[in-house]
């Protein structure tokens, strides 16, 4: 699918457009581990009440919109070695976050509405081999979100090993436009409200 091919060169002129646009971002954490942190509400992203500081970094041990992908091996992803190839993986990657796109924000939404999802940065942390005989599962969450950047951390797994971890960052694109654009509302709200039925759960365990 094209909106997953599209990788947009993220530069100091784009940092200045957002900036100009007040739709910059500085790095300070909303949420940290503490249950006396006031929540975030759709509402308070909307009028802007945490602007320009909007930055939610999720703890290690939240995975807010997880979604998880049992993984089918094929003879093609072998290299020479026998093993899954690394170029294999960030193919991968996209599988997973296209997933959590066809959950949260469909393809026919995203062309209504002439915007588009565009990954700047993945980075893939190889761990240890696949060979075709082993049945891995990838998983996919949001780590990072902001006004206009998003992370997602990627894991690939079998029963008791971690075979590879990575992430991606991201922005939103208007399409017509080609500029970076605010996450859309109902993706900041889902997220925040996972997040915090999560950290609820987290805080209630004995």
Not at 84 to 89: A, D, G, K
């Amino acid at each position: 699918m094209f909106y997953w091919v599209l990788h947009w060169n993220w530069n100091e002129a784009d940092h200045r457009e957002t900036e100009r646009s007040g739709l910059g971002w500085t790095p300070c954490s909303v949420f940290n581990t503490g249950i006396s942190n006031p929540p975030i509400r759709s509402s308070d992203y909307r009028n802007g009440a945490h602007r320009p500081e909007m930055h939610v970094n999720t703890p290690s041990e939240l995975r807010p919109l997880l979604v998880q992908k049992p993984i089918q091996i094929n003879g093609y992803d072998i290299d020479v070695m026998g093993i899954v190839s690394n170029l294999v993986y960030p193919r991968w990657f996209e599988e997973l976050r296209t997933l959590f796109l066809d959950l949260y924000w469909p393809l026919e939404d995203m062309l209504r509405q002439q915007q588009c999802p565009s990954v700047v940065t993945t980075h893939v942390d190889y761990k240890a081999p696949l060979t075709i005989f082993d049945k891995p599962e990838g998983r996919l969450w949001v780590a990072e979100i902001s006004k206009v950047r998003w992370k997602v951390d990627v894991e690939i797994v079998t029963a008791d090993t971690v075979h590879c971890t990575g992430y991606q960052v991201g922005i939103v694109l208007d399409l017509q436009r080609k500029k970076p654009i605010r996450l859309p509302e109902h993706i900041v709200d889902t997220y925040l409200q996972d997040y915090q039925r999560l950290e609820a759960e987290r805080f209630a365990a004995p």
